[in-house]
């Protein structure tokens, strides 16, 4: 498979948005997101803002690109995991669309948070003071599908909890966006404290926070919400930026 590997996922840079695409562009299941479309829930990003797939899955293209023209040593360690990534994804999406039960969509994103993860640990230990034009590929795709698979990881426990408990979008509103932005803001500490310094985590964080600070000033009206939103999205990514990234080494 090592021959092989960036050319399955090149071809997995191209399955992955043709299946998410069964429902709206053929009909078939239930479009990914309609759980949640036009409900109030607080914790949930503007649906604009989701778009950032297609930047992930263009840089999830260009590694396996990357992979094609010049293949450094940790190519095949970081693309295993990114492949296995990629398949969960398409596993996920499907599942969504054509099974429709949110514990079990929830449970299908762990994969992809693992495997999404292990690739962004095992790239920073490649890093070094003046990484090539492949590495900082790798870092998009590895730190965008990472971070925004903690959003999505964040923002599925509420509607996870709600479909449990049989809560409306709109029950318990501070609580259930306490906890979308607890678990946003774990992620982040553990990603910068062990897994890696990309910045590219952060920018795909910061979007969806951000995403739902909108989401509550322009569509709930819930301005209180929105307004610590922002203010927690201004937090993370501030102490970022001040105090950097530290990762111990590991074999990982």
């Known amino acids: 498979m090592t021959r092989a590997l960036p050319w399955l996922i090149l071809l997995l840079a191209v399955l992955q948005p043709l299946s998410g695409a069964l429902a709206p562009a053929f009909g078939i299941g239930t479009p990914i997101g309609a759980a949640t479309a036009g409900t109030d829930a607080p914790e949930q990003p503007l649906p604009a803002f989701f778009s ?11 590694f396996g690109l990357s992979g094609l023209r010049q293949r450094p040593a940790w190519f095949d360690r970081v693309g295993a995991p990114m492949l296995f990534a990629g398949l969960a994804n398409i596993v996920w999406m499907l599942s969504a669309q054509l099974i429709g039960l949110q514990l079990v969509n929830f449970l299908l994103l762990g994969p992809i948070f693992a ?9 920073d230990a490649e890093r070094t003071p003046r990484p090539g034009a492949a590495f900082h590929i790798a870092d998009a795709a590895t730190g965008l599908l990472a971070g925004w698979i903690s959003v999505a990881a964040a923002i599925s426990v509420p509607l996870t909890i709600r479909t449990v408990t049989e809560l409306g979008p709109t029950d318990f509103p501070w609580p259930m966006f306490w906890i979308a932005v607890a ?4 992620a982040s500490w553990i990603f910068a404290a062990r897994i890696s310094r990309s910045p590219w985590f952060f920018a795909a964080l ?19 919400i929105a307004i610590m939103a922002g203010i927690g999205t201004a937090t993370i990514l501030f102490l970022r930026v001040t105090r950097g990234a530290k990762r111990r080494k590991s074999g990982a």
């Open 52 to 62: 950032i797939w297609g930047v992930i899955f263009l840089a999830y293209a260009g």
């Open 115 to 123: 495997a999404a993860w292990i690739a962004a640990a095992r790239l």
């Open 183 to 186: 678990v946003a803001a774990a």
């Open 206 to 224: 910061g979007w969806g926070l951000t995403g739902i600070a909108l989401n509550n000033w322009l569509r709930t009206e819930m301005h209180g």
